[in-house]
């Protein structure tokens, strides 16, 4: 979607009628009422093609609109495909129910939340992939949550907090590249300035996770053994079984691209799901990558945990995502989107206001679009030249983009990340929303460093140059 293209030039007050209006029709409908997704975003591209036709634009432009931002995600599409095969590869192959046994071996009822929000944080790191993470870790610690009797919505939060923490701050992820690169700042210098904003953010999610952890139950310690002895009668863990996922963060740690890595993860699990039921089942295998798993253990806190996968599993997060960008390409055509940020650019006159309004444009692009790139790129560019003249370094620009953008994007019922992960924790986004803390912590903080001024410099080696020529723009 390029903001080049617009076709209207148009108030910047209208634009933010159009766009309030537009975002209480799609939340009501998907919060207030909650219709599916899909039906509500519908509403709005209708929406948005009367106001078109009213401003006398032809449909042919319209359409041609929404064609160029559904286009836009068709990388992702490609990619959901292939997470799709991925979780039902490593189902067969026991990868993801090894997985499961660890945890329920190793992890008791209390400080659950606590653990999981650790170690997601550890292999989102590790692999830089949010997505991924919560497709196989986050699915096992969602399944065992469930089957222990534990709660999987904050089970859910905690995994979504944990694999954020890792998109955020590995230097394999590609929103922490792309960060670095819209503000122009070097990416280890990136990631360290974060710690300052990512530290506290995951001290106080952990703190919170602590508390609210259950305690051991005796229920949870049954449930367990049953758990346990379901995952061993089918056949489904093996040392060998985590393969797959060797590979697949070794790839990663390469920078091996996705689908490549994501191939070689599925191809795998497919050889060691063989090895395991001694031959080859070829139509049940390509059922298999489109249907799913299927678990047939009798048990259904089992079935239902194992039961997952197949690229038939991402058609409803795909069809989501297609009319969300859709809705996007109409938003940046129709001039609405440019205005919104003309209109944000005459109001930058304190660093606090520049902080908290570029925070803010992060956020509202993920809820208006729900595209976490465009959260990233968007913002970037409108203020790049503002963040000069106020005397703030790049990487103080980068910051506020992951803080208010990477991490916002898993919090929209209808973004990228929100859809997805809804689709593959079983959880909706409204449901995990209060406890993905770590996501809700990291906007804050880093308006509030924007306010008191704290790690941010008194007075930038470009200041006094940058004064003369900006004098309205105020330190404080």
Request: glycine letters at 8%; proline letters at 4%; charged letters at 15%.
């Amino acid at each position: 979607m390029d903001q080049e293209k617009k076709i209207l030039e148009i108030r910047p007050v209208e634009a933010a009628f159009i766009t309030a209006l537009l975002m209480g029709i799609v939340g009501y409908l998907i919060i207030g009422i909650k219709v599916v997704p899909q039906i509500a975003i519908i509403a709005g591209i209708a929406l948005l093609l009367v106001y078109g036709a009213v401003k006398k634009v032809s449909f042919t432009e319209l359409e041609g609109a929404m064609a160029d931002g559904a286009k836009s995600g068709i990388a992702s599409v490609m990619i959901f495909f292939f997470i799709g095969m991925l979780i039902s590869s490593w189902m067969a192959s026991g990868t993801i129910p090894t997985f499961i046994y660890l945890a329920v071996d190793l992890v008791s009822g209390k400080f659950y939340y606590a653990i999981v929000f650790i170690v997601t944080s550890i292999i989102g790191v590790s692999l830089g992939s949010s997505l991924t993470t919560a497709a196989t870790l986050g699915v096992a610690f969602v399944g065992a949550s469930t089957a222990l009797g534990i709660s999987p919505v904050i089970t859910a939060g905690a995994v979504v907090s944990g694999a954020f923490f890792g998109d955020k701050m590995s230097p394999l992820s590609d929103t922490t590249n792309l960060a670095a690169s819209v503000a122009g700042v070097d990416l280890f210098d990136h990631i360290k300035n974060m710690l300052w904003t990512t530290i506290p953010a995951f001290v106080f999610s952990l703190i919170v996770y602590l508390v609210i952890s259950p305690d051991e139950t005796e229920k949870s310690i049954k449930q367990m053994d049953i758990l346990k002895e379901a995952l061993i009668n089918l056949n489904l863990v093996h040392w060998y079984s985590l393969l797959p996922f060797v590979i697949l963060t070794i790839l990663a740690a390469k920078k091996v691209p996705a689908i490549a890595t994501l191939s070689a993860g599925i191809l795998s699990a497919i050889l060691v799901s063989v090895w395991m039921n001694g031959g080859v089942d070829s139509k049940g295998l390509f059922d298999l990558l489109y249907s799913g798993f299927k678990s047939e253990s009798g048990i259904n806190e089992v079935d239902s945990m194992l039961t997952r996968g197949g690229m038939e599993s991402m058609m409803f997060s795909i069809s989501v995502i297609l009319l969300a960008l859709s809705m996007g390409g109409l938003l940046f055509r129709l001039g609405i989107i440019p205005a919104l940020i003309s209109l944000l650019q005459v109001v930058l006159t304190r660093v606090s206001f520049l902080i908290s309004t570029t925070a803010g444009l992060a956020v509202a692009v993920n809820f208006i679009i729900g595209e976490q790139y465009l959260s990233i790129l968007l913002p970037g560019n409108a203020f790049k030249e503002h963040f000069k003249k106020a005397g703030l370094e790049p990487k103080h620009l980068s910051r506020v983009l992951e803080d208010a953008g990477t991490v916002v994007n898993p919090l929209v019922p209808w973004s990228v990340c929100g859809v997805f992960l809804a689709s593959v924790l079983g959880v909706p986004v409204t449901e995990y929303f209060p406890f993905a803390l770590f996501c809700l912590f990291s906007p804050l903080l880093t308006i509030f460093y924007g306010f008191t001024g704290i790690t941010l410099p008194k007075h930038g080696k470009n200041s006094s140059k940058d004064s003369r020529r900006s004098p309205q723009l105020s330190k404080r």
